[in-house]
């Protein structure tokens, strides 16, 4: 059974300094949802506060996991990953100095996940034949392209239900781009995963989306009912897509 995510009028921020203002967005179960939005705007904020991060000062925020909801507030983040939820979070965040078979067995920290690894870890291996060939590769001298692959494998590791990716283009030359959004969408349709994805790379992000949210200033400006949509709106061809 597919898992969905539901936020509905959060506000956060940090210390003084408000960054969400009444923010809802809903991921429906087997969609990939792109949240779309230049440097600065609060993708990584909306992020952080799914995955306990962060705790919003008002609003809710809850997930549904094979038919059974979860409210997210008061759960610690290792309890929110429990549930099924694995980030792969901006830049990357490996261990440069452990191999790539070691940050992949890092991504199964959890106990449930532990029992799977054997498994998971042959899965990655063949989702990503260059990481079986790389395994005792040093993670941080490999490409970026092959570094962004690693953490997509890390996450899978936990066997998500739901996969958050946030900012997979950074650092990456636009080939690359290219074949690491098209290696998620493969990801999700063979795992049955539900992706919500933060993007600054609008036409790369918009090629699998299956539905969009833009994000200015902490508020969402746009809401697409599907990628078409938000590629014909003029004011994203304009800003966004430079039509
Ligand atoms: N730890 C923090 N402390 C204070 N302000 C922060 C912190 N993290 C982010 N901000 C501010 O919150 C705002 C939104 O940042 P956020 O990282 O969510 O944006 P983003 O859309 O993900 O962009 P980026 O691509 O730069 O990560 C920015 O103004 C940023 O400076």
Same mark, same amino acid.
């Given at each position: 059974?597919?898992?969905?995510?539901?936020?509905?009028?959060?506000?956060?921020?940090?210390?003084?300094?408000?960054?969400?203002?009444?923010?809802?967005?809903?991921?429906?179960?087997?969609?990939?949802?792109?949240?779309?939005?230049?440097?600065?705007? #609060?993708? +990584? %904020? &909306?992020?952080?506060?799914?995955? $306990?991060?962060?705790?919003?000062?008002? !609003? *809710?925020?809850?997930?549904?996991?094979?038919?059974?909801?979860?409210?997210?507030? #008061?759960? +610690? %983040? &290792?309890?929110?990953?429990?549930? $099924?939820?694995?980030?792969?979070?901006? !830049? *990357?965040?490996?261990?440069?100095?452990?191999?790539?078979?070691?940050?992949?067995?890092?991504?199964?920290?959890?106990?449930?996940?532990?029992?799977?690894?054997?498994?998971?870890?042959?899965?990655?291996?063949?989702?990503?034949?260059?990481?079986?060939?790389?395994?005792?590769?040093?993670?941080?001298?490999?490409?970026?392209?092959?570094?962004?692959?690693?953490?997509?494998?890390?996450?899978?590791?936990?066997?998500?239900?739901?996969?958050?990716?946030?900012?997979?283009?950074?650092?990456?030359?636009?080939?690359?781009?290219?074949?690491?959004?098209?290696?998620?969408?493969?990801?999700?349709?063979?795992?049955?995963?539900?992706?919500?994805?933060?993007?600054?790379?609008?036409?790369?992000?918009?090629?699998?989306?299956?539905?969009?949210?833009?994000?200015?200033?902490?508020?969402?400006?746009?809401?697409?009912?599907?990628?078409?949509?938000?590629?014909?709106?003029?004011?994203?061809?304009?800003?966004?897509?430079?039509?």
């Amino acid at each position: 059974m597919a898992s969905s995510i539901r936020i509905e009028g959060i506000d956060a921020g940090y210390g003084a300094v408000r960054v969400l203002e009444d923010v809802s967005l809903d991921v429906n179960p087997g969609e990939t949802v792109v949240l779309l939005g230049t440097n600065g705007n #609060g993708k +990584s %904020t &909306v992020i952080k506060c799914i995955m $306990g991060l962060l705790r919003p000062t008002k !609003g *809710r925020i809850s997930v549904t996991i094979d038919g059974v909801t979860h409210d997210l507030g #008061g759960l +610690s %983040t &290792v309890e929110i990953v429990d549930l $099924g939820i694995a980030l792969v979070p901006e !830049g *990357r965040r490996l261990f440069p100095r452990l191999s790539v078979e070691e940050n992949l067995l890092l991504g199964a920290f959890r106990p449930t996940a532990r029992s799977a690894m054997k498994d998971n870890l042959a899965f990655c291996y063949e989702a990503f034949p260059r990481l079986a060939e790389r395994r005792r590769q040093l993670a941080g001298s490999m490409s970026g392209g092959e570094q962004q692959m690693l953490a997509l494998g890390r996450a899978l590791m936990l066997a998500p239900k739901l996969l958050l990716v946030d900012e997979p283009s950074v650092g990456l030359a636009p080939v690359l781009v290219a074949r690491t959004i098209d290696k998620i969408q493969e990801l999700k349709e063979r795992w049955g995963l539900t992706v919500l994805m933060a993007e600054q790379n609008f036409t790369q992000a918009l090629r699998i989306a299956d539905r969009g949210y833009v994000i200015v200033h902490g508020h969402i400006a746009f809401e697409g009912r599907s990628a078409a949509e938000l590629a014909d709106n003029e004011l994203i061809r304009k800003f966004y897509l430079g039509m």
